[in-house]
C-alpha cells in the first residue's frame, strides 16, 4: 500500500563538542557538494531506511569523523519548512562530548575543530542547532557531571574549572568551586602529578562514574 501524502526527508546533525587549551570547540565539516559548497556545516547525513536515527548519527559521526565510542544523546528536532532548499527536510539534532586527548585527529581531511565564540559561517540552519546544543550543554552541565567526558581521564582541579568557566562563560571563585566539588567525594586523589611550566606541580584526580552512578540510584544529586 502506497502513501497518500508526501513525505520529507529525515537527516541527523551532531554538534560535537570538545575542550583543548582552556577551550570550548565544536567540530565542522567543509562541504564538498551543493547545496552551500565550501561552506563548513555539522556532521550529518540522511538516516538510511534500514537504520534507526540513534544509529544513523553513529554512523554519520563514524562516517565524517572518525569518532566512536563517544558521548551521544538526542538534542532537539529541526523542522523549518525551508531549512533545506533541495526538498523538504526534518533533521534530528544530537550533540556528542569528546576527549580531545583521545580523539585528537578526525576521520576526514575536510574536518577541523573551531572554538565555539567564534565559529565560521554554517550552512543551512546548523547556527541555530549550534546555538540549542551550547545552550543544552550549559543548562545540563550544572546538574549532571557530564563535564567529565571532555576532559582527559586524568585532570587537575584547574583544569576541570577551566572547563566549567569555558562553558558557562563566566568566571568562577576558586576557592567556592574547589570546596563544592570535592565536598561531592566524587573525585579519586591520583599517585603524580602534572608538571605544568613555571608553576608548581598540580594534583591529579580521576571522576569516580561508579560511585556517582550509586549515589545517582539513591536519589544524590549532582549541582554546580
Given at each position: 500500500?502506497?502513501?497518500?501524502?508526501?513525505?520529507?526527508?529525515?537527516?541527523?546533525?551532531?554538534?560535537?563538542?570538545?575542550?583543548?587549551?582552556g577551550?570550548?570547540?565544536?567540530?565542522?565539516?567543509?562541504?564538498?557538494?551543493?547545496?552551500f559548497?565550501?561552506?563548513?556545516?555539522?556532521?550529518?547525513?540522511?538516516?538510511?531506511?534500514?537504520?534507526?536515527?540513534?544509529?544513523?548519527?553513529?554512523?554519520?559521526?563514524?562516517?565524517?569523523?572518525?569518532?566512536?565510542?563517544?558521548?551521544?544523546?538526542?538534542?532537539?528536532?529541526?523542522?523549518?519548512?525551508?531549512?533545506?532548499?533541495?526538498?523538504?527536510v526534518?533533521?534530528?539534532?544530537?550533540?556528542?562530548?569528546?576527549?580531545?586527548?583521545?580523539?585528537?585527529?578526525?576521520?576526514?581531511?575536510?574536518?577541523?575543530?573551531?572554538?565555539?565564540?567564534?565559529?565560521?559561517?554554517?550552512?543551512?540552519d546548523?547556527?541555530?542547532?549550534?546555538?540549542?546544543?551550547?545552550?543544552?550543554?550549559?543548562?545540563k552541565?550544572?546538574?549532571?557531571?557530564?563535564?567529565?567526558?571532555?576532559?582527559?581521564?586524568?585532570?587537575?582541579?584547574?583544569?576541570?574549572?577551566?572547563?566549567?568557566?569555558?562553558?558557562?562563560?563566566?568566571?568562577?571563585?576558586?576557592?567556592?568551586?574547589?570546596?563544592?566539588?570535592?565536598?561531592?567525594?566524587?573525585?579519586?586523589?591520583?599517585?603524580?602529578?602534572?608538571?605544568?611550566?613555571?608553576?608548581?606541580?598540580?594534583?591529579?584526580?580521576?571522576?569516580?562514574?561508579?560511585?556517582?552512578?550509586?549515589?545517582?540510584?539513591?536519589?544524590?544529586?549532582?549541582?554546580?
Amino acid at each position: 500500500m502506497g502513501f497518500n501524502y508526501p513525505r520529507a526527508a529525515i537527516t541527523v546533525d551532531c554538534v560535537v563538542f570538545g575542550f583543548d587549551e582552556g577551550e570550548l570547540k565544536v567540530l565542522l565539516i567543509q562541504r564538498g557538494i551543493a547545496p552551500f559548497k565550501g561552506k563548513w556545516a555539522l556532521p550529518g547525513g540522511f538516516v538510511r531506511t534500514d537504520e534507526t536515527i540513534d544509529q544513523a548519527a553513529g554512523r554519520e559521526l563514524l562516517e565524517e569523523t572518525g569518532l566512536t565510542n563517544v558521548f551521544l544523546e538526542q538534542l532537539y528536532t529541526f523542522g523549518a519548512v525551508d531549512r533545506d532548499p533541495r526538498e523538504r527536510v526534518v533533521s534530528v539534532a544530537y550533540y556528542a562530548l569528546v576527549k580531545l586527548c583521545e580523539h585528537p585527529a578526525t576521520g576526514a581531511s575536510d574536518a577541523a575543530w573551531f572554538p565555539v565564540a567564534k565559529p565560521p559561517t554554517l550552512a543551512f540552519d546548523h547556527a541555530e542547532i549550534l546555538k540549542t546544543g551550547l545552550s543544552r550543554l550549559r543548562g545540563k552541565v550544572r546538574y549532571e557531571p557530564i563535564g567529565f567526558e571532555l576532559l582527559p581521564e586524568k585532570f587537575t582541579l584547574s583544569q576541570l574549572q577551566h572547563l566549567y568557566e569555558s562553558v558557562l562563560q563566566t568566571t568562577l571563585d576558586k576557592r567556592n568551586f574547589r570546596k563544592r566539588i570535592l565536598s561531592m567525594e566524587l573525585l579519586v586523589s591520583l599517585e603524580g602529578e602534572l608538571c605544568s611550566g613555571a608553576h608548581r606541580p598540580a594534583q591529579l584526580f580521576r571522576f569516580d562514574a561508579e560511585k556517582y552512578a550509586a549515589l545517582k540510584e539513591a536519589g544524590f544529586n549532582f549541582e554546580l
